[in-house]
């Protein structure tokens, strides 16, 4: 491989590890639990609206998901949900919270070759600071990483800050990850390269068209692919 | 004043602006909002208690007391408390998050003389990535600063990863803040040098014996003084 690139920035949750299908399944666990009040395609459409309504106050991750969630229950059910259920929504936050990291395929050995031919590695991660280091830590993968950066947004005024941070011009940072939205647009604008991994499930909020003429990208299927890429 | 020190690392919260009378005062409402089942006291005492036990899957910050209000609001009630109250809590913490930033007396005047004379200045500070994102820009002072480092937390271990992060030896940090736990000890005790400006009200949390022999320290009553530390 030729060291095209100094820095290669990777996304976390759902590009490295398993994050969005648990989100999913604790959706799913919440919707039955308010299936007295209102039919799930209601419930999860206010649920969402609820999470972009608080999304300036919150952030990402797990506690907003908790609050938002609370906060419809009462709003759907006219202020009629029991305490019985809001503790189950604070039970299925901690058990999102407490879910086991279970790496991608190809992941690991993806990060020791391209370390060992003598890339540095980052991580540039959106979401809530301790979410993601206790990610990280249960990832076990920390040690092949020379910066973690764990961003409250992914705009491409945060990706400017981070390499700016990083001390490195655009044309050397290679970013990957499996949001169009958050991954690899903004690193595009700004002149970086970027690979997207499409992820079979994508929050809603990430969700965009894919331009039809992107230059310094590509898309793959699993993350061991990168090498070919760099070959 | 002498460049003794690289870096002058500043906690946040009740050292460069007013955080604890905001979330002392939101409790003193959460109380209120409870006296119909159980005294003050016993719902200060359980609510810190709960936030105790939630700290290390929600950290630092005010989505985590208020889910911790909201437990111990249905706990303390035998999960007979109404969703009016509930409602009423989240209203507390979207307030509490929102509150304005004001900068403690004397604080831009000294970043300002420092900044002058050449020095390095950072934050150092614990929390919620999104809150005190949100409070730097509110503050107006993050221009001041060459690096912001938001930790999820400030024992020892992670003042070294700083300062590894940030190329520089123990001799050459001096850290300021208000919380001799989190501020203070750890920062001395890995031969770097700290100042403490004790703030008026302190998160029970926060607080600890002060050993008697301390090197490398000083204790001050406004942050304007550690320009005559400097001299």
Redesign the interface.
């Known amino acids: 491989m030729t060291k095209r690139f100094k820095i290669i920035g990777f996304d976390a949750d759902d590009t490295l590890w398993i994050n969005e299908p648990y989100f999913h399944e604790t959706e799913e666990l919440f919707l039955e639990l308010l299936s007295d009040f209102e039919s799930p395609e209601t419930i999860s459409r206010e649920l969402y609206k609820t999470e972009m309504e608080n999304l300036e ?3 990402y991750g797990a ?2 998901f ?2 938002s969630m ?2 419809i229950a ?1 709003r759907l ?1 006219n ?6 259920v ?2 189950k929504i ?1 039970d299925l ?2 058990d999102l ?2 879910k086991p990291i279970i790496l991608l395929d190809g992941v690991e050995e993806t990060l020791v070759n391209l370390k060992d031919v003598g890339f540095s590695l980052i991580i540039a991660t959106k979401g ?3 979410d993601q ?1 206790r990610k990280l830590s249960k990832s076990k993968i920390g040690k092949y990483f020379n ?1 973690i950066e ?1 961003m ?1 947004d992914k705009k491409e005024s945060d990706y400017r800050k981070l390499l700016s ?1 990083l001390d490195i011009i655009p044309n050397d940072f290679l970013m990957v990850g499996n949001s169009l939205k958050s991954d690899i647009l903004p690193v595009l604008n700004m002149g970086a390269f970027a690979i997207h991994i499409p992820y079979h499930t994508n929050w809603k909020h990430e969700k965009i068209e894919k331009p039809d003429d992107l230059k310094n990208y590509w898309e793959i299927k699993n993350i061991s692919e990168i090498e070919e890429i760099l070959a």
């Open positions: 106050q919150y952030g506690k907003g908790m609050l609370i906060e009462m059910s202020n009629k949900v029991g305490n019985d809001i503790n604070i936050g901690k919270i407490n809530d600071l301790l280091e910066h764990i409250s941070h």
